[in-house]
């Protein structure tokens, strides 16, 4: 099993633990609203993970829905959505065949989940990728590999910058 498939399916805890320090500066949510107001939106969080973007936003949405392939990722999500009393849903499933009508998000959330379809996917990681966007009716870019870590070591960060996708499509009524 590769190795962050392994985190995700045996220590969410630990996981979570992890990413909890992350966004120190308070800056996602501030740079989310520049792209779109989530206030009265349907979002959708692929890869949701143990809901770091939902424990951000759940309050902002007027319906949010976390998804993701991992069962232990999604039982941390629950135990962190009850410390908040959040009440966004919570879905099991492949972001490559979403489980939701066609046009139901106003606004789509991705962390590392469509990132780590290049190396889950090897073989054929932009066909992959591609039906991701195909279900999010989306076009995006992705750069990851040796180009960001030559990034991180020429500017001696200690810490990553944020590398949230936010998409947003109008829909018409």
């Not at 319906?63 to 919570?90: E, K, N, S």
């Not at 180009?147 to 499509?169: C, F, H, M, N, Y």
């Amino acid at each position: 099993m590769e190795h962050f498939q392994a985190i995700y399916a045996s220590r969410a805890a630990e996981y979570h633990q992890m990413i909890a320090a992350e966004d120190l500066e308070g800056r996602l949510l501030p740079a989310i609203e520049r792209v779109t107001s989530l206030r009265g939106k349907r979002v959708i969080d692929l890869g949701t993970g143990t809901g770091r973007l939902p424990l951000l936003i759940g309050g902002q949405a007027a319906q949010l829905v976390g998804l993701d392939l991992h069962r232990d990722m999604l039982r941390q999500h629950v135990a962190q959505r009850q410390r908040q009393a959040g009440r966004w849903a919570v879905v099991q499933g492949d972001m490559r065949y979403l489980p939701f009508r066609s046009a139901w998000a106003d606004v789509v959330t991705a962390e590392w989940a469509i990132g780590h379809m290049r190396s889950w996917f090897a073989g054929n990681w932009q066909t992959q990728i591609g039906s991701v966007l195909d279900e999010m009716h989306a076009r995006t870019e992705f750069f990851f590999g040796p180009d960001l870590v030559a990034k991180i070591r020429a500017q001696g960060w200690a810490r990553l910058p944020e590398w949230t996708g936010v998409w947003s499509k109008p829909i018409s009524t």
